[in-house]
């Protein structure tokens, strides 16, 4: 291994810098995808339909075959030292001019790590260099060293924006399915009550100028007539959100449905998904989450509000060459634009910061982290400048406890995490069961169908309950209050003091007896809990923009309030009993309802998605609860705990698995004792391993190899006797350089000797001329022996993103590992199907 790390520190770039290549460009040249529109050459964001579609990419191992469009110009980068210890040696193109398209990756691959950072090592030794000449160039290294922290402040800035805006937006169309405002459609209820001077305390939510459909259709507001016109009308404008949201994705951005942290994990590690960040995606995007969150499905705006950002992200980088052209450099900024997406839906900059560290990011140097908590505190601003809102708060859910928590509850904050991981456990295996259903089943044929009767569903059932009607955040909200004096909800429906002095401080109560209303609120909230559990879990993955984070958190919350009443009302007729004895005395304020429904929320999110540390951070910036850090940390790792015990898999690990997505874990342990040849092809009675020569192959023999077989590269050898490793060439720039050299250089015919040799071996005169491709080839691939522990090939796979590695036995080549061969390797080691790994 400290070879290995000497060596990698050697590595050099020789090829040419490549040029512009966009995640939205087009590229989609293998695979059969429901619903999928030829993208036309002036189209540089057509999207296909990955989710619920079945992936075919059987032509190759990880490099697609070379599409018939116009290359763009590449300068790349050939590694010249690496595990085998060779020193660096710089590389001379035969060519005069660069050779186009080499170095640059098709959809659906994995980028080169490596070969990306030392490009980019390369092209900043070239500036500072310059930089010493000239004052123009001193000027231009300046300018690159700040050109990414400005492309944070605008990812910050737009992506700031858009949440303010979706925010709005959603809160207007929630409240239209309920009434309109006489005094402008465009006031939300909340807004067209604040100036009005007819509002009473007890009902502070109804004023003249707020209409129920009700009562601008037939005129009355009260009876069995108006209730069925409000309720017919809520199940239209819920059927009219959900079908314009799926026909919109169905339409124009097949890529905009879901939550889209799975898919920006993938893409995190290295995947290329063309068009997934794209503009298309981004606009229909934005427009879709506002109309489903307001449709009134079980889903929340978080998790594809971090697509929002990273789309965000994506198309700002083309306005800077050295994140345009470097598809590693682009990659830091998407993991910042993951912070900046958390941030703004929880306004939570501290929080988004660390998700993305745990949660989501593969490779986050130091300096990412710097520039993610720039991005993160700039998209805050942005956000609390706009006051979505309108409390002047940034935070989401506002909570102000009187009552300190006592180290008695620590038993049911405890509790609440158990349920929380039994919750989560359950969920994902039921999630993932449906979802499965959905795509081997002809349920996946008719997305649009499935939405408009799952949201026919949910708005029938939702509707009589007052706690399922409302919004998500609006129920959290709710749930997360603390009563007092002036609530007039129904969870606050205590049997009131016979005189003042049973209050507490701060306009809070003691603890008192339930009452008619908080009985009713009791069952309506037990019902709403029954309904978000199996409502949700067909919901989530559906072909419209689908968060999770405020469906989990609603079912924890109201599991929380319904154990923290029950706390409560236990503690007031039992005050004299050891447990409560000593610190709660009668008529004291002691247990406070509001917290564990936080606690609850913490816990169930938690179960569902593994997050610890980020998710504590979240919880305490998104209520200002600070106080309440330890019961959080509590709830939530005995979350993950039992969530662990029948399962490692958060829900977005579940979801990569079951699309067959190119991913590692690097949370997840090597367990086995494989080594390196029990994975490695050709296996035994496999055909031997196709390889070329270092001399001696025509050109004709090279492409009637390389039409033969579906590799992505070919290891060089010495000869086919000796077998020993010189390197190793791509499919992709062998059949580019091969095609280039017979338009462009004079003499190339199929009889053209190829040399990979750094001096052309003697040739008979009548010879054609030689097609000398040792600039192509990887004169130092990553190689391991065939002794090697799967564990630490594994391991290096992770950490240096390795699309192949090579396995020799004395220097003798011997077959090769992808990182396809991993996953399958994993998967049978598992028990699962390997050929649910779809991608190569």
């Not at 819920?238 to 919109?248: E, G, Q, T, Y």
């Not at 609530?487 to 008619?516: E, F, I, M, W």
């Amino acid at each position: 291994m400290s070879n290995f790390w000497t060596s990698l520190r050697g590595k050099h770039a020789a090829d040419r810098e490549r040029g512009s290549e966009g995640m939205e460009n087009p590229g989609y040249c293998s695979g059969s995808f429901d619903g999928l529109h030829h993208p036309s050459d002036d189209d540089d964001d057509e999207m296909v339909d990955i989710a619920g579609a079945t992936l075919d990419f059987s032509s190759t191992d990880d490099v697609p075959p070379l599409s018939s469009g116009v290359y763009e110009e590449h300068n790349g980068t050939s590694r010249t030292a690496g595990m085998n210890g060779s020193g660096p040696s710089r590389l001379v193109d035969p060519l005069e001019d660069p050779l186009p398209g080499v170095g640059t990756y098709e959809d659906f691959n994995t980028i080169d790590w490596v070969r990306e950072k030392s490009k980019d090592r390369d092209r900043h030794r070239e500036i500072t260099n310059k930089s010493r000449q000239s004052t123009v160039a001193l000027l231009h290294s300046i300018s690159d060293a700040f050109s990414g922290w400005l492309l944070m402040l605008l990812v910050g800035l737009m992506s700031g924006a858009l949440a303010g805006g979706i925010d709005i937006s959603a809160h207007w169309m929630t409240d239209v399915k309920g009434g309109l405002c006489l005094r402008g459609f465009w006031f939300n209820h909340e807004h067209c009550c604040w100036l009005s001077n007819e509002t009473t305390f007890q009902e502070r939510d109804r004023c003249p100028q707020w209409q129920s459909w009700a009562e601008l259709i037939t005129g009355k507001s009260e009876g069995p007539f108006a209730y069925i016109v409000n309720y017919l009308m809520y199940i239209f404008w819920a059927l009219m959100f959900s079908f314009l949201a799926v026909i919109l994705v169905r339409a124009f951005a097949p890529y905009a449905c879901g939550s889209g942290i799975p898919e920006i994990k993938t893409i995190l590690s290295g995947f290329i998904i063309r068009g997934y960040l794209g503009k298309w995606t981004l606009i229909i995007k934005t427009i879709t989450l506002v109309l489903a969150v307001s449709s009134g499905l079980s889903l929340g705006k978080e998790g594809p509000l971090v697509h929002v950002a990273c789309c965000c992200a994506n198309i700002l980088c083309h306005l800077f060459t050295k994140y345009r052209k470097n598809e590693a450099k682009r990659r830091e900024v998407l993991s910042a634009a993951a912070a900046v997406g958390v941030s703004v839906a929880f306004g939570a900059p501290i929080g988004g910061v660390l998700f993305s560290l745990e949660e989501v990011s593969y490779y986050f140097p130091l300096k990412t982290l710097w520039r993610s908590f720039f991005a993160a505190l700039v998209a805050a601003f942005t956000l609390r400048s706009i006051n979505p809102f309108g409390n002047s708060r940034l935070v989401l859910f506002y909570v102000e406890f009187h009552t300190p928590w006592h180290l008695v509850e620590l038993a049911p904050f405890i509790l609440l995490g158990i349920f929380g991981g039994l919750w989560g456990a359950l969920f994902i295996k039921a999630n993932i069961a449906w979802c499965r259903l959905r795509k081997t089943t002809c349920l996946g044929h008719y997305p649009v169908i499935e939405v408009l009767v799952v949201a026919a569903l949910t708005a029938l059932l939702s509707y009589p309950n007052s706690y399922t009607r409302m919004s998500g955040s609006e129920l959290i909200s709710e749930l997360f209050n603390d009563c007092s004096l002036l609530d007039s909800s129904q969870l606050c429906g205590y049997k009131q003091p016979a005189n003042t002095s049973d209050t507490g401080v701060d306009n809070s109560l003691a603890d008192r007896p339930a009452g008619p209303g908080l009985y009713t609120a009791l069952w309506q909230l037990a019902l709403a809990l029954v309904f978000k559990m199996m409502i949700t879990v067909i919901t989530f993955g559906m072909k419209v923009p689908s968060g999770l984070f405020i469906p989990s958190m609603a079912v924890g919350a109201i599991a929380g309030r319904l154990l923290g009443v029950g706390m409560e009302q236990l503690a007031y007729y039992n005050h004299d009993s050891v447990i409560f004895k000593g610190w709660c005395s009668q008529g004291a304020d002691c247990i406070t309802p509001g917290l564990y429904a936080m606690v609850g929320a913490a816990a169930c999110l938690g179960g569902v998605t593994r997050m610890t540390v980020s998710l504590v951070v979240i919880m305490f910036e998104l209520t200002g609860g600070l106080e309440y850090i330890v019961p959080l940390m509590a709830a939530t790792m005995t979350s993950k705990w039992v969530a662990d015990a029948f399962g490692r898999e958060g829900i977005y690990e579940a979801h990569i698995r079951l699309n067959g997505y190119p991913f590692l874990e690097p949370k997840e342990e090597f367990e086995h004792s494989s080594l390196a040849v029990d994975v490695m092809r050709p296996r035994r009675m496999d055909p031997a391993l196709a390889v070329l020569t270092q001399e001696g192959m025509t050109v004709g023999e090279v492409e009637s190899l390389v039409e033969s077989t579906h590799f992505s590269g070919f290891p060089v050898v010495v000869s086919s006797e000796s077998q020993r490793l010189v390197g190793f060439v791509l499919r992709r720039d062998l059949l580019i350089s091969i095609d280039n050299a017979r338009k462009r250089q004079d003499g190339i015919v199929s009889a053209s000797q190829v040399v990979f040799t750094e001096h052309t071996p003697p040739l008979p005169p009548d010879a054609p001329p030689p097609l000398r491709l040792r600039c192509i080839m990887d004169l130092s691939p990553f190689t391991v022996t065939d002794h090697t522990p799967m564990d630490i090939t594994v391991d290096i796979f992770r950490k240096l993103g390795l699309r192949q590695c090579l396995v020799t036995h004395n220097g003798r080549l011997l077959g090769i590992i992808t990182k396809k061969d991993i996953l399958k390797h994993m998967a049978q080691m598992a028990n699962r199907d390997p050929d649910s790994i779809l991608f190569n």
